[in-house]
């Protein structure tokens, strides 16, 4: 008798601990904020969704994360002030727009032969943990990637030299100083202000990776393409440096974990999408493909060889090795390649 009813002494605990305080016995679930520049079609964006699908899968519903495409919570110039302040806990900055603020790692964007998206975004990732530039300080690092290689998109067709004299065409950072170098009439801004500018003619045009004629609908407007495959564009996404701090270790692993394979996908995405888009703008839009001569491609190049002899310099005064980066990229893109 003394036996059963202790039994269900228990079993009644059970019930009332379990039935009246479910909120105690289930952890709270995190919410994160994600802020990113440009329209949701386009690959900062579909990497986003991508990260947002894994993390909530790989935490079991722990975190959820809430995502701001198109500048709705921090537009490009705000994004990494805005997440060190806390506006957004997590945002994806394209490092061209602040060329200054992001010297080491935006020496990936001198002319410099990165082949792809895939080996240049390992290849930046590789950098970055190697140097752990005082940039990232205020911040949780929680990938890299980079855009393929850029070309010439333009309202009338590009096949010398000449025809870029004075053209104005946009382009930010590093692509920038290429267009200088070429002649052309360099337009800064960032990409998702691009659409309006090219739209009202600010611009005749633009210099970036490919796949942008398709999401951002450029071959409506640009019907040619001149394909120099010169450089490309670093990004990074970071998190608040104390959210990150407070992140219950499980979600600290899993975030850390997936920040070289979000490299590899992101860059791998881009790579395929370069390709649709080009196949895509020829067919739906009649856009010409203008390949320049191996000739013409050394004499286009040889314009660019001071770039690089210019940003050692201005590394070097800085206080950094810029000589030893420039040669690290060089050691790193081979052995990215061979992978
Ligand atoms: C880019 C930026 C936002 C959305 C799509 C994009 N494709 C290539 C870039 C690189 C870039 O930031 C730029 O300004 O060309």
Request: aromatic share 16%.
């Given at each position: 008798m003394k036996k059963i009813s202790l039994f269900f002494c228990v079993l009644a605990a059970v019930a009332l601990v379990s039935g009246t305080t479910p909120g105690t016995v289930q952890a709270k679930k995190l919410s994160l904020n994600y802020a990113n520049f440009p329209p949701a079609p386009t690959f900062p964006c579909v990497q986003m969704e991508r990260w947002k699908e894994q993390i909530e899968k790989r935490t079991d519903g722990a975190v959820a994360i809430n995502t701001f495409p198109g500048g709705t919570l921090l537009d490009a110039k705000d994004m990494m002030d805005g997440v060190i302040n806390g506006q957004a806990d997590i945002g994806c900055i394209c490092m061209?727009?602040?060329p200054g603020r992001f010297t080491v790692t935006n020496a990936t964007s001198l002319p410099l032969d990165i082949p792809d998206?895939?080996?240049?975004?390992?290849?930046?990732?590789?950098?970055?943990n190697k140097y752990q530039p005082k940039a990232f300080d205020k911040v949780k690092v929680l990938t890299m990637f980079v855009t393929a290689p850029a070309n010439i998109m333009s309202k009338a067709p590009v096949a010398e030299l000449s025809d870029l004299k004075g053209l104005d065409l946009r382009?930010?950072?590093g692509a920038a100083q290429i267009l200088k170098a070429w002649g052309a009439n360099q337009v800064g801004m960032p990409m998702s202000d691009t659409p309006e500018a090219l739209q009202k003619g600010v611009v005749k045009g633009l210099f970036s990776s490919l796949e942008v004629m398709k999401d951002l609908k450029f071959a409506e407007i640009c019907k040619y393409i001149t394909i120099t495959?010169?450089?490309?564009?670093?990004?990074a996404v970071i998190m608040n440096k104390s959210v990150w701090d407070n992140l219950p270790g499980h979600v600290k692993q899993v975030m850390d974990s997936m920040i070289e394979e979000q490299a590899a996908w992101t860059g791998e995405y881009m790579d395929q999408h370069v390709s649709d888009s080009i196949a895509w703008s020829k067919k739906e839009h009649q856009v010409e493909v203008i390949r320049l001569s191996p000739e013409k491609k050394a004499e286009w190049n040889a314009k660019l060889a001071p770039i690089t002899e210019n940003w050692i310099k201005t590394a070097e005064e800085k206080g950094l090795p810029g000589e030893q980066i420039v040669k690290d990229i060089k050691t790193l893109v081979v052995k990215r390649t061979a992978k």
């Open positions: 061209a727009y602040q998206a895939k080996t240049g975004s390992l290849v930046l990732l590789d950098l970055y382009a930010s950072g495959d010169t450089v490309i564009y670093p990004f």
